[in-house]
């Protein structure tokens, strides 16, 4: 039965904006109780095994979801492609744990938090939520996730209390990860047939896996790369700490944007295979449509309370994220772009080589720029190299789906939304030059920002809103 892409938009949603309100409640708690070096320790550390579990996962998680996307109604064939894909998965995570526990976990500054992190690895190892996201079946993998964030949150409150605790904070990260995988698997029998594995019949997905595995490495050197080299570089985990919490500030509203990417990318490659290229053309366009109008507002409005949330939201220690903030807002407009031409158009239709290309260029941009600027500027030249990396990745995959996608239809929406997006950028920045940094200041400038832009994108008769307000009116009438 084919999935709606609007039931399985308000599931991810859903789990994206639990996403955003958990952290609303641990950041400020973490920040003051763990510190700003503290944090940078988790964040350095962190960025090491991010590079083995890449090099372990191989790309895996795309490519499977692409692959069980084209046989959606077919048990026999994803079944065989599930068992398969693991297995090279599997044999790929043996190798690159090994490489990091003789590389990082015998001795060293960090050496305790390197073995905590081996559990990381182990919970990759076991991540099979490719697969339900191919069924576009985001329904149990949203459920599950809720669930382990919220047992994850009531344990960091319960059991980290002073900057002693870092290596709790880590081991509660690891072992919900472990916990959340494993649940997963208890639905498989009814899924999946029994594995009847033949190893020349792995070989055939070794060639595509190592395709999507390149444009992989590239992303993370730009997604990555910054707290890595922040720490090797500057050796001062103070400054990694408030890059890390200000990058997460904006990864905090980038769920909401790219809430609809995840669930884009199964339904791309179901319609690709069917070679419905005018359907992938107008998902595409909604798509764009969508991120003008939610992502130009977050990012102005972020650019507008920075210097009233840090303060307050991460603690004085944390005054320098200010302009990293401002600067990082930027980031929700240019991802949300390249996850549609990217992670929604490219990698579903197969164009790994142009995805490749984009990524690898951004890449290249993002460390040359990190060299020229971490020495000089710290954490502000690490997000100005990020920013100036994603709006390199976004253009040239605009250039190649051009065929796909028309920059005029694309960006008809463009204008509407920015100019409410700015007005009420003025409107809250003014206003916030008139209280002093709290929570309750910070809702009232949110709540502000919302009410001046939802007027004027009204005004401005942007077709959306009204196409939104009449499924919500259906929807509350009860019809379908």
Same mark, same amino acid.
């Given at each position: 039965m084919k999935k709606s892409i609007k039931k399985n938009y308000i599931y991810?949603?859903?789990?994206?904006?639990?996403? &955003?309100?958990?952290?609303?409640?641990?950041?400020?708690?973490?920040?003051?109780?763990?510190?700003?070096?503290?944090?940078g320790i988790y964040s350095f550390t962190s960025s090491i095994v991010a590079y083995f579990i890449l090099f372990g996962s191989l790309g895996v998680a795309l490519y499977g979801q692409r692959e069980i996307a084209f046989f959606q109604e077919n048990k026999i064939k994803r079944s065989e492609i599930f068992w398969? &894909?693991?297995?090279?998965?599997?044999?790929?995570?043996?190798?690159?744990?090994?490489?990091?526990?003789?590389?990082?976990?015998?001795?060293?500054e960090y050496t305790i938090y390197y073995q905590i992190l081996i559990l990381e690895l182990i919970a990759n190892m076991l991540d099979i939520s490719w697969y339900y996201q191919g069924l576009e079946?985001?329904?149990?993998?949203?459920?599950?996730?809720?669930? &382990?964030?919220?047992?994850?949150?009531?344990?960091?409150?319960?059991?980290?209390?002073?900057?002693?605790?870092?290596?709790?904070?880590f081991i509660i990260y690891s072992v919900s990860n472990i916990f959340g995988n494993l649940t997963l698997w208890i639905k498989l029998p009814r899924l999946l047939d029994k594995p009847k594995i033949k190893v020349k019949e792995l070989k055939k997905h070794i060639k595509p896996i190592l395709l999507m595995f390149l444009p992989q490495i590239t992303i993370q050197i730009y997604t990555v790369l910054d707290r890595t080299m922040l720490g090797f570089i500057l050796n001062d985990m103070h400054q990694v700490g408030i890059y890390e919490q200000s990058q997460k500030i904006v990864k905090l509203s980038l769920t909401v944007v790219s809430a609809l990417g995840t669930v884009m990318i199964p339904r791309i490659a179901n319609l690709y295979a069917k070679n419905k290229i005018e359907d992938?053309?107008?998902?595409?366009?909604?798509?764009?449509h969508l991120v003008f109008l939610i992502g130009l507002p977050i990012m102005f409005g972020i650019m507008?309370?920075?210097?009233?949330?840090?303060?307050?939201?991460?603690?004085?220690?944390?005054?320098?994220?200010?302009p990293i903030l401002?600067?990082?807002? &930027?980031?929700?407009?240019?991802?949300?772009?390249?996850?549609?031409?990217?992670?929604?158009?490219?990698?579903?239709?197969?164009?790994?080589?142009?995805?490749?290309?984009?990524?690898?260029?951004?890449?290249?941009?993002?460390f040359v720029g990190n060299l020229l600027l971490i020495p000089y500027f710290k954490a502000i030249g690490a997000?100005?190299?990020?920013?100036?990396?994603?709006?390199?990745?976004?253009?040239?995959?605009?250039?190649?789906?051009?065929?796909?996608?028309?920059?005029?239809?694309?960006?008809?929406p463009f204008f509407k939304c920015f100019l409410a997006s700015f007005i009420m950028f003025i409107a809250v920045f003014l206003l916030g030059t008139y209280f002093s940094p709290s929570l309750i200041s910070s809702c009232i400038l949110i709540i502000t920002g919302i009410i001046v832009y939802g007027i004027l994108i009204i005004v401005l008769k942007e077709p959306f809103v009204f196409y939104g307000l009449s499924w919500l009116k259906k929807i509350i009438g009860g019809k379908k």
């Amino acid at each position: 039965m084919k999935k709606s892409i609007k039931k399985n938009y308000i599931y991810n949603l859903m789990y994206q904006i639990l996403l &955003v309100i958990l952290p609303l409640i641990t950041t400020p708690y973490i920040s003051r109780i763990l510190g700003s070096e503290n944090i940078g320790i988790y964040s350095f550390t962190s960025s090491i095994v991010a590079y083995f579990i890449l090099f372990g996962s191989l790309g895996v998680a795309l490519y499977g979801q692409r692959e069980i996307a084209f046989f959606q109604e077919n048990k026999i064939k994803r079944s065989e492609i599930f068992w398969q &894909v693991n297995i090279i998965k599997w044999f790929a995570m043996i190798i690159s744990i090994a490489a990091y526990i003789f590389t990082f976990c015998l001795s060293g500054e960090y050496t305790i938090y390197y073995q905590i992190l081996i559990l990381e690895l182990i919970a990759n190892m076991l991540d099979i939520s490719w697969y339900y996201q191919g069924l576009e079946d985001f329904k149990t993998t949203v459920i599950r996730n809720m669930i &382990v964030k919220a047992l994850c949150i009531a344990c960091i409150f319960l059991f980290v209390r002073t900057p002693n605790d870092l290596p709790l904070y880590f081991i509660i990260y690891s072992v919900s990860n472990i916990f959340g995988n494993l649940t997963l698997w208890i639905k498989l029998p009814r899924l999946l047939d029994k594995p009847k594995i033949k190893v020349k019949e792995l070989k055939k997905h070794i060639k595509p896996i190592l395709l999507m595995f390149l444009p992989q490495i590239t992303i993370q050197i730009y997604t990555v790369l910054d707290r890595t080299m922040l720490g090797f570089i500057l050796n001062d985990m103070h400054q990694v700490g408030i890059y890390e919490q200000s990058q997460k500030i904006v990864k905090l509203s980038l769920t909401v944007v790219s809430a609809l990417g995840t669930v884009m990318i199964p339904r791309i490659a179901n319609l690709y295979a069917k070679n419905k290229i005018e359907d992938i053309s107008k998902n595409l366009y909604n798509s764009f449509h969508l991120v003008f109008l939610i992502g130009l507002p977050i990012m102005f409005g972020i650019m507008a309370i920075a210097a009233n949330l840090i303060p307050w939201f991460l603690g004085e220690s944390f005054t320098e994220a200010i302009p990293i903030l401002q600067i990082a807002s &930027v980031l929700v407009l240019a991802i949300g772009l390249s996850n549609i031409t990217g992670m929604q158009c490219l990698i579903p239709i197969n164009r790994q080589k142009d995805f490749t290309i984009s990524v690898l260029a951004g890449s290249i941009i993002n460390f040359v720029g990190n060299l020229l600027l971490i020495p000089y500027f710290k954490a502000i030249g690490a997000i100005i190299s990020s920013v100036l990396a994603e709006f390199t990745v976004t253009f040239i995959q605009l250039w190649k789906v051009k065929k796909i996608i028309e920059p005029k239809i694309a960006f008809q929406p463009f204008f509407k939304c920015f100019l409410a997006s700015f007005i009420m950028f003025i409107a809250v920045f003014l206003l916030g030059t008139y209280f002093s940094p709290s929570l309750i200041s910070s809702c009232i400038l949110i709540i502000t920002g919302i009410i001046v832009y939802g007027i004027l994108i009204i005004v401005l008769k942007e077709p959306f809103v009204f196409y939104g307000l009449s499924w919500l009116k259906k929807i509350i009438g009860g019809k379908k």
